[in-house]
Structure formats: C-alpha cells, structure tokens
C-alpha cells in the first residue's frame, strides 16, 4: 500500500517570502501525485498534479512542485507567498496501475502567511 | 463549473442515532468517493463507488456505514449507529475517470455526534 508523509505541520511565513513544503512518498510502482488545497472554511482544491513527462510542474496561483523519483519526493514551491495562500497544503499519491485508483493524502501542512 | 454538492453543511446528532449524509457528484463522472477528516488529522479514505457497488473500503468502513446511490444523481453515506468517534468532516468527491486519479471534492459535511 502507498504512504504519504509531509515534513512540515505548520509552516509561518512572511509575505514575498519564499515556500517549500515537503513530501515524501512510498510506494513499490509507479504514481500519480497531487498537492491539493484546503482554504479555510473551504472544500479541497486541486493546486497541480503530476503523472509523466518533465518533472517540473506548474499550477495555478504560482505554485509549482518538482518530482524527484530517486528521492521519492514531491516537493512543492511558490517564490513568493501571499497573504491568501494561508491555507492547508495536502500532498496526495495513486499508484498508476490501471483500474479503479485511490487516492492516499498526508496528513497536511498549515501554512499561515503574515501581512 | 460543474461542482460536487453535499448536504448538509453540519448535522448534530446524538450518539446511537441514524445519520444520511448527501452528495450529488459532477454528472458526467462515473466513480465516486467519501473522506473524512477528523478535527485535527490527516483526510482518511472511506469508500469508492463504481457501476453502483462499492469498489473499495478502508477498515474504518466498517458494518456501520454503508453507501447508496438511490437515483441518477444522489450518492449517499449513511452512519447507521453513531459514535462520538464519527464527528469528522465527510468528504463527498467524484471523478471522471479512473487513471487520473483527479478528484473533485465537495464542501464537507461537518457531523458533530454528543
């Protein structure tokens, strides 16, 4: 079965700085990953998702995540934080076997950003 | 754009009672999901639902819960007996397809069990 751990519960930053949110995966085969979203008092939100291809991917609200396969990770990045990015940040895994696939999540990253 | 719908936004209940909880998916996808996610921790997988069975659980599914899809566009939970362990965010989600592994999340119900 797929694991999925994130490094940082909660993360304070200020505005314009720079966000790097880790994740690490386990998992035998190949995956899918996910950073979803959580605003406050929101449901979950799709930030950007990774099947194949160049490992450098883009999302929305200039979050970008890069896979790094040896290191079973998925970090995700923005170089400069705004106060609205302050939400819940959940990195999330399938294995691509075909078929009906789950999705496994992290236990999450608060990120408060300050003014 | 089309969005997953869940009903209610918070229910309280007392422990031992019946609780249905609502979803309606986005109308063109075929597998459906409930989450949860207790105050505090990670989102757990509950149940998926494809072809109108229950394609997997989680062990937290246990002969408490059971899903339904009673019509076209309803999918829902329901907490037969419900224990003070149950108050959690539910989490209704669908997706297009099985192999992008993209899901769509409604709102959350909040249920609060005294």
């Known amino acids: 079965a797929q694991s999925v751990s994130q490094h940082n519960h909660h993360v304070i930053l200020s505005e314009a700085a720079s966000l790097e949110l880790g994740c690490n995966y386990s998992?035998?085969?190949?995956?899918?990953l996910f950073w979803y979203v959580q605003y406050p008092g929101q449901h979950l939100q799709l930030l950007l998702k990774y099947f194949s291809g160049d490992p450098l991917v883009k999302g929305i609200k200039g979050f970008e995540a890069e896979f790094i396969k040896s290191k079973f990770s998925f970090n995700l990045r923005k170089p400069s934080v705004q106060w609205s990015d302050t939400a819940e940040y959940f990195c999330a895994v399938t294995p691509r076997s075909g078929g009906y696939q789950k999705v496994t999540f992290g236990t999450g990253t608060k990120l408060q950003v300050i003014p | 754009e089309p969005e997953v719908t869940q009903t209610p936004s918070h229910q309280v209940t007392q422990m031992g009672q019946e609780v249905i909880l609502r979803c309606v998916p986005i109308?063109?996808?075929?597998?459906f999901y409930w989450y949860r996610q207790i105050l505090g921790q990670k989102v757990e997988f509950l149940v998926s639902?494809?072809?109108?069975?229950?394609?997997?659980k989680s062990e937290i599914f246990d002969d408490q819960f059971s899903v339904e899809r009673p019509d076209g566009s309803n999918f829902t939970l329901k907490i037969r007996s419900t224990k003070l362990e149950d108050s959690a965010m539910y989490f209704c989600?669908?997706?297009?397809?099985?192999?992008?592994?993209?899901?769509?999340f409604g709102e959350g119900s909040r249920l609060t069990v005294l």
């Open positions: 998992y035998g085969g190949t995956v899918n």
């Open positions: 639902f494809y072809n109108n069975e229950i394609s997997e």
């Open positions: 109308s063109n996808h075929l597998y």
């Open positions: 989600a669908s997706s297009e397809d099985s192999l992008s592994g993209e899901l769509f």
